[in-house]
């Protein structure tokens, strides 16, 4: 094989893996899909470890499947549910912890995931030295797109661990020395094996959001459903209408403040395994549009759910996110229901966003206004431990409503608390309901509404929590000491200090990109792998323009790019709401990528004349995972003030750039054509 097609396959390893990573650990340690970027911050670590360590010895490349293969047994042997006390930010999921504390298990799996990454980018390294910097960074940007495209193509097949191993397993032996030893052979042997195991084997469906388990379950009364549980936790009940109605009278409420005597077309967000919808039905709904983003949740409901409301005429089955729904209907509704859509999980590994962010924003409550029939009312409900955080659902509602909103609460014991189910309801008419009692905050502090910008409805204030404080400042600590470790002094990397910037600025460029897009198309995962793919091809189309044409001012490159992240922040995201598809698609794309290509074009441009590729590389690479740790001042800035920052690193990057600057126009002069081809022949 040469060693162009090695290095491909070596870098769609390493990015492979690491999207396995993120997925099945959060579907292991539960408190992972709360730490936004935690296993993302352990792959920068670690592949910046490995390409610093490009030219040492021992080859860690030969022990990356022995490393993965225990550190998969340790996670199939002690799992862990989330702990959801603390008042500032609200955790859904179990009542108890189980499993290893979190003050042991996040630095095992930080270490861990570091640690394979390591191993695997050391193999990507060497290959990487064998070629002129800008064409191996051509190379890893090839495997890199193929690898997200593979794991993009599985995702939506809707495929499970067992084949995720199997890749992985196949390639490894692929790339190690042939035959492989005894010990590796084994560890890719374990490796498919663990995967294959998928934490229950047939009996767990794996959606592209999450590990989904439905147990058969039969109460005292003789009633039978079944419990789904999402990554660990119990997540959803499966059970005939009239029971639920029976055991929790509080879903009958929507339909009891009503003041007509049925709704005639509602429209469900969070439809799930179907029992909201079978409610709807009951209580003579004529139409029902149920909204659910997870296509397997929805299956489940199909084929379990005893009352079968997905197969009445009157009901239409709709795949989507709710709030990309909302946006691009034109429907009215005389019903509008939230119904429990708290997602238990993140949009991806790379920002704090989580699935149904954007539906509890004071924009998005106003698109659900806008949805109703002259009469119509909107209503939501959920089971609250956290009495701000119903006082901010309905602070939202009384400012888009102008009048405050019904609420019916009732109380269960939750741990050694007390939690609440509360219906929140309001209409543009005020004859429209019949409430009971009328929402008062009496005379407590009412946290100010979630927005597009600042979408972290489940965070009290705009501040970074305490304990995400502690594990960031744990994470950089670890990391220099980590890198100090495996590389020794880091003078080395003191020449190349303005890619380390770069490295840190495009990791936040990158994640404003995939808030945006969410925001604009929906926070599924299909949106967030185009947008991820998006971005690879960018930075190929970048190194291929660079390979072609000597820029003879870097200069004219850095104004460029200040430039396109000026109109980028001069023009907010929602502002496109309002735009068609296809216009809205293109004005997107231009406003998120035009900033993406630029900053490549100058990172190619000052990559090529590097003296070490691997180094380098690797410096820009800690850089990112610093990029991520800064990515948590979105907790208190909003996503849009983040291009500030990008700003700022970009031009730390310019001052700490500009001596090499003559060089790259020095260079450009000598050859005004494209550059020659790698010296360095491939094998």
Same mark, same amino acid.
Request: charged share 15%; glycine share 10%; with cysteine.
């Given at each position: ?284 709904? *004529? ?62 590994? *790379? ?333």
């Amino acid at each position: 094989m040469s060693d162009r097609l090695r290095l491909i396959l070596a870098s769609f390893l390493m990015l492979f893996s690491e999207l396995v990573l993120i997925r099945w650990t959060g579907a292991s340690v539960v408190y992972l899909s709360y730490f936004s970027n935690f296993v993302l911050l352990g792959s920068f670590l670690g592949i910046g470890i490995g390409f610093l360590r490009a030219r040492s010895d021992p080859d860690l490349f030969r022990w990356a499947p022995v490393v993965m293969a225990f550190f998969g047994a340790f996670m199939m042997a002690f799992p862990v549910s989330i702990d959801r006390s603390g008042s500032g930010l609200v955790y859904f999921g179990s009542l108890h912890q189980r499993g290893m504390p979190i003050w042991v298990m996040l630095p095992a799996v930080f270490a861990a995931v570091a640690l394979i990454m390591a191993c695997i980018a050391q193999g990507v390294g060497r290959l990487f030295t064998r070629f002129e910097p800008l064409e191996a960074y051509r190379y890893d940007i090839i495997g890199s797109v193929l690898g997200i495209a593979g794991f993009s193509l599985l995702s939506f097949l809707e495929t499970g661990p067992a084949l995720w191993g199997i890749v992985i397993g196949v390639v490894f032996l692929v790339l190690l020395p042939w035959p492989p030893g005894l010990m590796q052979a084994a560890a890719g042997i374990a490796i498919v094996a663990m995967f294959a195991s998928g934490f229950g084997g047939s009996q767990v469906i794996w959606s592209p959001y999450y590990r989904i388990e439905a147990t058969p379950v039969t109460y005292p009364s003789g009633e039978a459903g079944y419990s789904v549980s999402v990554n660990g936790i119990p997540h959803q009940l499966i059970i005939a209408a009239t029971f639920r109605e029976k055991v929790e009278p509080p879903y009958l409420v929507p339909y009891q403040r009503l003041q007509n005597d049925a709704p005639g077309r509602v429209l469900i967000i969070g439809a799930g395994g179907g029992s909201d919808v079978a409610i709807a039905l009951r209580q003579g709904a *004529q139409h029902v549009d149920a909204v659910e983003i997870d296509p397997e949740l929805l299956d489940l409901g199909r084929r379990l759910n005893p009352d079968h409301p997905y197969s009445d005429p009157r009901v239409t089955a709709i795949v989507n996110d709710g709030r990309a729904f909302l946006e691009r209907t034109d429907r009215t509704y005389d019903l509008i229901l939230f119904a429990l859509p708290d997602s238990l999980t993140l949009v991806s590994g *790379q920002s704090a966003l989580r699935l149904e962010s954007y539906l509890f924003t004071r924009e998005a409550l106003e698109s659900a206004a806008a949805h109703l029939k002259p009469g119509g009312a909107f209503a939501m409900y959920n089971y609250y431990r956290e009495t701000w955080l119903v006082d901010r659902l309905a602070g939202t509602l009384e400012e888009v409503y102008g009048r405050a909103p019904c609420i019916d609460t009732s109380t269960f014991e939750i741990g050694d608390g007390i939690g609440r189910f509360s219906v929140l309801m309001n209409s543009p008419s005020e004859s429209a309901l019949a409430c009971d009692q009328t929402w008062n905050a009496g005379g407590r502090v009412v946290p100010p509404p979630a927005t597009d910008d600042h979408p972290f409805v489940y965070l009290k204030s705009r501040t970074i929590p305490g304990l995400y404080l502690t594990v960031l400042a744990l994470i950089l600590l670890a990391s220099l000491v980590m890198v100090r470790t495996a590389n020794g002094p880091l003078g080395g990397m003191r020449s190349y200090l303005d890619l380390f910037f770069m490295g840190a600025a495009f990791l936040l460029l990158e994640t404003k990109n995939v808030v945006q897009f969410a925001l604009l198309f929906g926070t599924t995962w299909l949106v967030n792998a185009l947008v991820f793919g998006g971005v690879l091809l960018t930075v190929l189309a970048a190194v291929e323009t660079a390979r072609r044409v000597r820029v003879r001012s870097a200069r004219v490159l850095w104004i460029a790019l200040a430039a396109s992240i000026a109109v980028a922040w001069l023009v907010p995201a929602d502002a496109l709401l309002g735009l068609a598809p296809i216009p809205r698609f293109v004005f997107a794309t231009a406003l998120a990528f035009a900033p993406v290509f630029m900053a490549n074009l100058i990172f190619a441009e000052r990559f090529r004349d590097v003296g070490e590729s691997a180094v380098a590389f690797g410096a820009n690479l800690l850089g990112a995972m610093v990029g991520g740790v800064i990515e948590y001042l979105s907790l208190v800035t909003g996503y849009r003030s983040l291009l500030l920052v990008t700003a700022a690193l970009y031009g730390v990057a310019y001052v700490l750039a500009r001596p090499n600057l003559g060089a790259t126009m020095a260079s450009a002069a000598k050859h005004p054509g494209p550059p020659p081809a790698a010296s360095v022949p491939a094998r």
